[in-house]
């Protein structure tokens, strides 16, 4: 049973690498920023105030998002292991994750850290917002959000690693070679059902 947490700034390729690691591992990926993004797309309540945050290149509120996220692990088919792409962000969402977890009586498997070079995520996102027309991926923005992510995420990458749950994973690379990294870093934590195929 796996239950990953998947961390990385923004840019790394963690929506990638969470499908096709919840295939190969058989668990939801639960992205916080496709529900964002699906609630804006149908100009929902919720859509409208995350928009606001998103467009900023500032996170969605703890409390939007920690019950969002507590809705979504309660669900059927997160009963067998999932992956977490997005959350937690925060060392108050690290709490609250652990809460959640304690009160289903889990824990977490392992957490999965994507790294990569702050300029080529920067590259890539511009790049990514000319073809696709994301108002949240303009430069400035982009910039804004990996200062963010530093200033409030990286800390969750000592607190796991001082609990013995980190592996960091290169996130450079073709997205076969990263999903392998990713497969290998998780060694005894993955079933071998399913990852033969894994590169």
Do not use: W
């Not at 692990?73 to 067998?80: E, H, I, K, M, S």
């Not at 530093?150 to 592996?167: C, H, K, M, N």
């Amino acid at each position: 049973m796996s239950r990953l947490v998947l961390l990385g700034p923004p840019g790394a390729g963690k929506g990638t690498q969470a499908k096709r690691l919840a295939a190969r591992l058989d668990v939801p990926a639960i992205s916080t920023g496709d529900i964002f993004r699906a609630n804006v797309a149908q100009g929902t309540e919720l859509g409208t105030t995350a928009k606001e945050y998103m467009d900023a290149g500032k996170y969605v509120p703890d409390t939007v998002t920690n019950a969002m996220v507590r809705d979504r692990l309660a669900q059927p088919d997160a009963a067998g292991g999932f992956i977490l792409d997005g959350y937690p962000r925060t060392t108050d969402q690290v709490r609250e994750l652990d809460d959640m977890l304690a009160e289903a009586g889990t824990a977490l498997t392992a957490v999965l850290e994507l790294t990569a070079d702050t300029d080529e995520l920067v590259r890539r996102l511009t790049l990514r917002a000319g073809a696709e027309g994301r108002s949240d991926d303009a430069e400035g923005v982009v910039r804004t959000r990996q200062e963010v992510y530093l200033e409030q995420t990286a800390p969750l990458v000592q607190v796991y690693s001082d609990r013995g749950l980190l592996r960091s994973v290169d996130g450079l690379g073709s997205i076969d070679d990263v999903t392998s990294r990713l497969v290998a870093a998780l060694g005894d934590d993955a079933p071998a059902a399913g990852l033969a195929d894994a590169g």
